[in-house]
């Protein structure tokens, strides 16, 4: 059964100054966060909860000015900050402080090597190892709404209070396993790619089905999507609530000039209300570019006809590879295949490497892609 947890509430400069420092003191500390995301493009930060063996802080972003001390502990060498699924975590501490948890170990990634389901949920583990079976039902709640509930700050502190145990049971075990390091490399890896932005211009690539139009309309969809991303930086609002993505791909296809043919291609009256003109003027901009300057056409290669067995090559070599040692999915998704193959069709460009080629998979990506070579058709 849970106990309920003592923790602090961290409401003052002063006692963010104080835990931080007593945080500095140990080697290993447990991190989480609540947040909402719901309209918004970036997370709004609800509560940061903070664990190091002896106190569980809940530091309450809504009253913290001065952020330095905790910025100290992100970035102190000497201090492991344990997280579970931290993807979100990672990007809001980057988005908010400018400074992800370095070192850094997520026991989600540690639990892919160690035999456990992929992607396992943090009361799996809890219950694995310490025969704890937690309570999640207040996990879909309003973080930003104060003053919070006890229920809901007893949710907070377990999240970090049994963090910590699990993660020094998963220790000794990764010790002594012969994946240690690579959970170490994966972990750095995984965050470092959480961290990166999107650039503006490559915003077009990131919409279903981009893949379908010709170089003209990709040239207008360029455009739109670089707007839209700015503008939902800017407002810091979800870019679905500005225009779908399937309203972009419309107007990047028809090339619409008045507003009403937007309203025809089955924008959202308040879409066209508040953006009908600036997407009209949008694409007269792209209209003067030169056709010799338009994005080159996406190639979807699941629609070449040696797709199948190439894809099916590799991941017969690759679970000769890896012998049964680790899931095949923790070595190479499918997604990740696809990212290879592409990338070897694509003429081997040195400036962007797929994650097969990357880290402590390279030695895994290298023999895939030898195997390609021979096998060149």
Not at 14 to 38: G, P
Request: charged content about 20%.
């Amino acid at each position: 059964m849970q106990i309920s947890i003592p923790y602090q509430i961290i409401q003052q400069d002063s006692q963010l100054q104080q835990i931080c420092e007593s945080a500095q003191q140990y080697q290993v500390v447990a991190l989480d966060t609540e947040f909402e995301r719901i309209r918004s493009y970036y997370a709004k930060l609800g509560l940061i909860q903070l664990y190091y063996g002896e106190q569980v802080a809940l530091i309450d972003p809504l009253t913290i000015t001065d952020w330095r001390p905790f910025i100290e502990l992100l970035a102190n060498q000497n201090v492991l900050k344990v997280l579970h699924a931290s993807g979100e975590d990672i990007e809001i501490f980057y988005q908010q402080f400018g400074q992800r948890p370095q070192p850094m170990l997520d026991t989600q990634i540690a639990a892919n090597f160690l035999g456990f389901p992929l992607s396992a949920g943090f009361a799996l583990l809890v219950e694995h190892y310490l025969q704890v079976n937690l309570d999640k039902k207040i996990s879909r709640t309003d973080w930003l709404k104060r003053p919070l509930t006890e229920q809901q700050l007893q949710y907070a502190a377990a999240d970090v209070y049994y963090l910590l145990p699990v993660y020094q049971h998963m220790a000794t075990i990764i010790t002594a396993s012969p994946w240690s390091e690579m959970i170490t490399q994966e972990c750095q890896f995984f965050a470092e790619k959480r961290c990166k932005q999107i650039s503006p211009d490559k915003a077009y690539l990131e919409i279903g089905n981009a893949w379908r139009l010709n170089r003209a309309e990709l040239n207008n969809l360029k455009f739109l999507a670089r707007w839209r991303l700015q503008e939902g930086m800017k407002r810091n609002l979800a870019l679905t609530f500005i225009v779908s993505n399937e309203g972009l791909i419309k107007a990047a296809i028809h090339s619409p000039k008045h507003t009403a043919q937007l309203l025809e291609l089955g924008l959202h009256p308040m879409e066209i209300k508040r953006h009908g003109k600036k997407l009209l003027l949008l694409l007269e901009q792209a209209k003067r570019v030169p056709a010799e300057e338009y994005p080159e056409l996406i190639e979807n290669i699941a629609d070449r006809s040696e797709y199948k067995k190439q894809i099916h090559l590799l991941q017969k070599t690759l679970k000769q590879l890896v012998k049964g040692q680790l899931p095949l999915p923790v070595v190479a998704s499918k997604k990740s295949l696809h990212q290879l193959l592409k990338w070897y069709w694509g003429g081997e460009s040195m400036e962007k490497l797929p994650e097969l080629l990357q880290s402590w998979r390279k030695p895994y990506g290298e023999a895939l892609l030898q195997c390609l070579r021979e096998t060149r058709v």
